[in-house]
């Protein structure tokens, strides 16, 4: 079943979901934002793996995903089906992106931070006592009155 739109004929979900990449493509580039809801459906999952295995970061890699969609979505004119596939063309980019942003994490020393439990292990925990013998409690404590006072 096709649902009328302003200028032609447009795919419902349904038929977007099962509808081969060519036809999202054709879809998207008539206007149709749900064959672009269909795209991401079909390869978020795969995005995802592919950054995960470069960043190594959950949180990181998710944040790779929602940018190789967008500019998957900004720039679908640049989308030559004869120079491969459409699934080719999303893992480049997924490729790309999750190196730069591997680089990008680098440079910042992400890889190398070490957590405060692993620095200092009294300090992480309640049970263990910092300066003056008080507890991370404590501490928090004397220090809200002093900023009262």
């Given at each position: 079943?096709?649902?009328?739109?302003?200028?032609?004929d447009r795919l419902v979900?349904?038929?977007?979901?099962?509808?081969?990449?060519?036809?999202?493509?054709?879809?998207?580039?008539?206007?149709?934002?749900?064959?672009?809801?269909?795209?991401?459906?079909?390869?978020?999952?795969?995005?995802?793996?592919?950054?995960?295995?470069?960043?190594?970061?959950?949180?990181?890699?998710?944040?790779?995903?929602?940018?190789?969609?967008?500019?998957?979505?900004?720039?679908?004119?640049?989308?030559?089906?004869?120079?491969?596939?459409?699934?080719?063309?999303?893992?480049?980019?997924?490729?790309?992106?999750?190196?730069?942003?591997?680089?990008?994490?680098?440079?910042?020393?992400?890889?190398?931070?070490?957590?405060?439990?692993?620095?200092?292990?009294?300090?992480?925990?309640?049970?263990?006592?910092?300066?003056?013998?008080?507890?991370?409690?404590?501490?928090?404590?004397?220090?809200?009155?002093?900023?009262?006072?």
């Amino acid at each position: 079943m096709r649902k009328k739109g302003n200028q032609h004929d447009r795919l419902v979900w349904q038929q977007l979901r099962d509808a081969p990449d060519a036809e999202l493509v054709r879809e998207l580039r008539r206007g149709n934002d749900d064959a672009f809801a269909a795209l991401v459906d079909r390869y978020q999952r795969l995005v995802f793996s592919v950054a995960l295995r470069i960043i190594k970061n959950q949180c990181e890699a998710e944040d790779v995903v929602q940018t190789v969609f967008t500019e998957i979505y900004r720039r679908l004119e640049l989308f030559d089906p004869s120079r491969g596939t459409l699934k080719m063309w999303v893992l480049q980019y997924a490729y790309s992106r999750s190196l730069n942003r591997r680089h990008y994490l680098e440079q910042r020393q992400f890889y190398t931070q070490v957590g405060i439990d692993e620095v200092a292990p009294e300090l992480a925990s309640d049970t263990g006592r910092g300066r003056g013998g008080f507890s991370t409690r404590e501490a928090a404590l004397l220090v809200k009155e002093a900023m009262d006072a």
